[in-house]
């Protein structure tokens, strides 16, 4: 099968290299020549575990290539998937279509011999059936289907996703296009995993719901969290307790900060908006975008009362800042919330994370960035760990608060246990324990 893959973001880039694994021949489209050519050379723009390899693997078999020819990597293909962003519109949370328009236009145009034209981006649903209007408009003449194909990778471990996934969700209309979907999914029957097969509009629902839910499982758990602290319960046994009834599940239970990212913050919120326009609200999901907007507004003001009340003239160490460990991703990230607001209270705030300071620089402004934890410590009146990175998972603690002003630490992810941190001399403040 010939893929044409037009865009090499994160969902294009990782999808492309994961389909050439699996035996497709993919090109990788992108309107920007520089880094197409930064591709060719096997500069991966991005961070994620494994894709170097993969993608350096894929070059060399032939497999994957990489061009900013739209129309002939579309004439060759069998398949081409959109995998354009769809970032959140200013102002009234939509997503926003234009990139996902412009290619459907320019595919149109390209189209040679019958081809399924997929979704891989998360698009609102309704967005099918609008490409493959925008088709039949700009070629009357192309032969083809359209097909959703939603994604349901996790940033830092979008490879094993990709590979081994708990389902693939297709939303097509013609046996023809669902032959061809299940050919590029062939080497997951092996793993027997589950192909859902639906209509374009179930598909695209499928993934908004699948995040919304998740985000409410995990702003449901920071709400238990604030409540055990009152109560004087434990939020990681109660986690644990609920989690292992199998009708809940154990995952995404873990209480923090709040949850950010690419996704959650732009689905929750897309999925509100259009529910609103149907005439259907959910207003479950309009709540849990609201609680975790506060939650993560309010993270600051945890750090401040474990420093006793005030930050001003204090220096704060920062542990992490992308969204999540594993990834240099600062999107809808708790510590844009948390940094400028220890900032305005007049804190100065030192930080470290190991691979997102980059990212991080520019949208975080006045702050001494440092070679690793014990530097961001030094000198602190407390340390604020944010982003739960393996390599903060085994810190040297002594040698942590020797470098420290005063030892507090405050544990936004409960990395480590109340008792050892204050076997070792810690004040130490955590979510949703005692
Ligand atoms: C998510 C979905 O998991 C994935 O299926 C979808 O395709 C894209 O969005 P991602 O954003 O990469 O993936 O990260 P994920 O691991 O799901 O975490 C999202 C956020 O939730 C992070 O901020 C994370 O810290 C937070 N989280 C997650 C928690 O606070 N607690 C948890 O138990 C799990």
Request: aromatic fraction near 6%; hydrophobic fraction near 40%.
């Given at each position: 099968?010939?893929?044409?893959?037009?865009?090499?973001?994160?969902?294009?880039?990782?999808?492309?290299?994961?389909?050439?694994?699996?035996?497709?021949?993919?090109?990788?489209?992108?309107?920007?020549?520089?880094?197409?050519?930064?591709?060719?050379?096997?500069?991966?723009?991005?961070?994620?575990?494994?894709?170097?390899?993969?993608?350096?693997?894929?070059?060399?078999?032939?497999?994957?290539?990489?061009?900013?020819?739209?129309?002939?990597?579309?004439?060759?293909?069998?398949?081409?998937?959109?995998?354009?962003?769809?970032?959140?519109?200013?102002?009234?949370?939509?997503?926003?279509?234009?990139?996902?328009?412009?290619?459907?236009?320019?595919?149109?145009?390209?189209?040679?011999?019958?081809?399924?034209?997929?979704?891989?981006?998360?698009?609102?649903?309704?967005?099918?059936?609008?490409?493959?209007?925008?088709?039949?408009?700009?070629?009357?003449?192309?032969?083809?289907?359209?097909?959703?194909?939603?994604?349901?990778?996790?940033?830092?471990?979008?490879?094993?996703?990709?590979?081994?996934?708990?389902?693939?969700?297709?939303?097509?209309?013609?046996?023809?296009?669902?032959?061809?979907?299940?050919?590029?999914?062939?080497?997951?029957?092996?793993?027997?995993?589950?192909?859902?097969?639906?209509?374009?509009?179930?598909?695209?629902?499928?993934?908004?719901?699948?995040?919304?839910?998740?985000?409410?499982?995990?702003?449901?758990?920071?709400?238990?969290?604030?409540?055990?602290?009152?109560?004087?319960?434990?939020?990681?046994?109660?986690?644990?307790?609920?989690?292992?009834?199998?009708?809940?599940?154990?995952?995404?239970?873990?209480?923090?900060?709040?949850?950010?990212?690419?996704?959650?913050?732009?689905?929750?919120?897309?999925?509100?908006?259009?529910?609103?326009?149907?005439?259907?609200?959910?207003?479950?999901?309009?709540?849990?975008?609201?609680?975790?907007?506060?939650?993560?507004?309010?993270?600051?003001?945890?750090?401040?009362?474990?420093c006793g009340?005030s930050v001003r003239g204090k220096t704060i160490?920062?542990?992490?800042?992308?969204?999540?460990?594993?990834?240099?991703?600062?999107?809808?990230?708790?510590?844009?919330?948390?940094?400028?607001?220890l900032q305005?209270a007049g804190a100065t705030?030192?930080?470290?994370?190991?691979?997102?300071?980059?990212?991080?620089?520019?949208?975080?402004?006045?702050?001494?960035?440092?070679?690793?934890?014990?530097?961001?410590?030094?000198g602190?009146d407390?340390?604020?760990?944010?982003?739960?990175?393996?390599?903060?998972?085994?810190?040297?603690?002594?040698?942590?608060?020797?470098?420290?002003t005063?030892?507090?630490?405050?544990?936004?992810?409960?990395?480590?246990?109340?008792?050892?941190?204050?076997?070792?001399?810690?004040?130490?403040?955590?979510?949703?324990?005692?």
């Amino acid at each position: 099968m010939n893929i044409a893959m037009i865009g090499t973001g994160y969902v294009g880039l990782v999808s492309g290299a994961c389909f050439a694994e699996f035996g497709s021949t993919v090109t990788c489209v992108d309107l920007n020549a520089e880094k197409i050519e930064r591709l060719l050379r096997g500069e991966i723009p991005i961070y994620e575990p494994g894709l170097d390899d993969l993608v350096q693997k894929g070059i060399k078999s032939g497999r994957l290539r990489f061009t900013t020819n739209l129309p002939e990597a579309v004439g060759e293909a069998d398949a081409v998937f959109l995998a354009v962003g769809t970032p959140s519109r200013r102002g009234d949370g939509h997503a926003d279509l234009r990139f996902v328009e412009a290619a459907a236009m320019d595919v149109a145009r390209a189209l040679r011999g019958y081809t399924v034209v997929v979704t891989k981006s998360t698009v609102p649903v309704g967005t099918g059936r609008r490409v493959a209007d925008l088709i039949k408009e700009t070629n009357p003449q192309a032969d083809f289907d359209v097909a959703s194909n939603p994604e349901f990778l996790r940033e830092g471990s979008a490879i094993g996703d990709f590979m081994r996934p708990d389902r693939v969700v297709i939303g097509c209309e013609t046996d023809r296009a669902r032959e061809v979907l299940r050919e590029l999914y062939r080497p997951l029957f092996l793993l027997e995993t589950p192909i859902v097969m639906t209509s374009l509009e179930t598909a695209e629902l499928t993934k908004y719901a699948a995040n919304a839910f998740l985000a409410t499982k995990i702003t449901f758990i920071n709400e238990v969290a604030d409540l055990c602290e009152k109560l004087g319960a434990d939020v990681g046994d109660v986690a644990r307790g609920m989690g292992l009834d199998g009708r809940i599940g154990k995952k995404f239970l873990h209480a923090g900060p709040g949850y950010g990212g690419s996704c959650f913050p732009k689905d929750t919120l897309a999925l509100a908006r259009t529910a609103q326009e149907a005439g259907s609200p959910v207003r479950l999901v309009e709540t849990v975008v609201q609680i975790n907007d506060r939650r993560k507004g309010a993270m600051a003001g945890r750090i401040m009362a474990a420093c006793g009340g005030s930050v001003r003239g204090k220096t704060i160490g920062v542990l992490g800042v992308a969204f999540k460990p594993n990834t240099d991703d600062m999107r809808d990230a708790p510590s844009l919330s948390i940094v400028p607001a220890l900032q305005d209270a007049g804190a100065t705030v030192r930080a470290y994370d190991p691979a997102a300071m980059h990212e991080a620089e520019p949208l975080l402004p006045g702050v001494t960035w440092c070679g690793n934890a014990y530097e961001a410590a030094k000198g602190a009146d407390a340390v604020a760990l944010i982003t739960e990175w393996n390599e903060f998972r085994g810190l040297d603690l002594e040698r942590l608060g020797g470098v420290m002003t005063q030892k507090i630490f405050v544990d936004l992810r409960n990395v480590y246990g109340p008792s050892a941190m204050r076997e070792q001399g810690f004040v130490y403040r955590s979510i949703g324990r005692q």
